[in-house]
């Protein structure tokens, strides 16, 4: 309403208000409180309503973030066919082949943390992966459902912290979430911009 009528010093402080829960950077994401559509408050809109709203008003600067939002509760709500929800064929393609190149590097980055690391070798006597005490089978055993974890995590929400729960020590715990920390930071969110390819003018260009 704001742009149909001219009222552009309105827009311009409800795009700015959006920044916080759309963030640019990591460091943002990491302190954001309410984030994605629920700073639209009650009743929360759909996340393809927003992502659609966004692409008509050209509001560049949160369509990655819009876009990483639709694909979290899957992909029917992503494909919805519901009023308002319907995303533009070509925008839809465009997520869909983003995410799962996205999930793929990290089930391939999360591989090399676990099988290439230095978990096989950990110097803690009460850890399970502790070459003097337990045999191979059962390191490989657990390197395993740690791996398994990490692969959910990557199908899942790939920006939120990794849980192990009691599968390692503490020691090989933190060495686990660090990496993979690192791996959110650096190139995950590096990566959420293609999820839309080009955005210009509404449509979505490769």
Not at 24 to 41: A, P, Q, S, Y
Not at 106 to 132: D, F, K, T
Request: glycine content about 8%.
């Amino acid at each position: 309403m704001a742009t149909k009528y001219g009222f552009s010093d309105v827009r311009e402080q409800l795009v700015e208000d959006l920044g916080g829960a759309y963030p640019t950077r990591w460091e943002d994401f990491k302190v954001g409180r309410v984030l994605g559509e629920d700073v639209f408050g009650l009743p929360r809109p759909h996340p393809n309503a927003v992502l659609n709203l966004f692409l008509e008003q050209n509001i560049r600067f949160a369509l990655p973030f819009a876009a990483y939002r639709a694909t979290l509760d899957g992909f029917p709500s992503l494909a919805s066919n519901e009023p308002d929800a319907v995303l533009p064929r070509l925008t839809l393609a465009f997520i869909i082949h983003g995410i799962e190149r996205i999930r793929h590097a990290m089930v391939q980055v999360s591989h090399s943390i676990v099988y290439n690391g230095n978990l096989r070798v950990c110097p803690q006597r009460a850890c399970i992966l502790n070459v003097g005490i337990n045999p191979i089978e059962r390191r490989m055993e657990v390197l395993k459902k740690v791996f398994s974890v990490m692969v959910e995590k990557s199908n899942d929400d790939i920006l939120a912290p990794l849980s192990l729960g009691d599968l390692v020590c503490v020691h090989c715990t933190k060495l686990l979430e660090g990496s993979h920390l690192q791996c959110r930071e650096q190139f995950v969110w590096g990566a959420l911009p293609s999820l839309l390819g080009t955005v210009k003018a509404g449509k979505v260009f490769d």
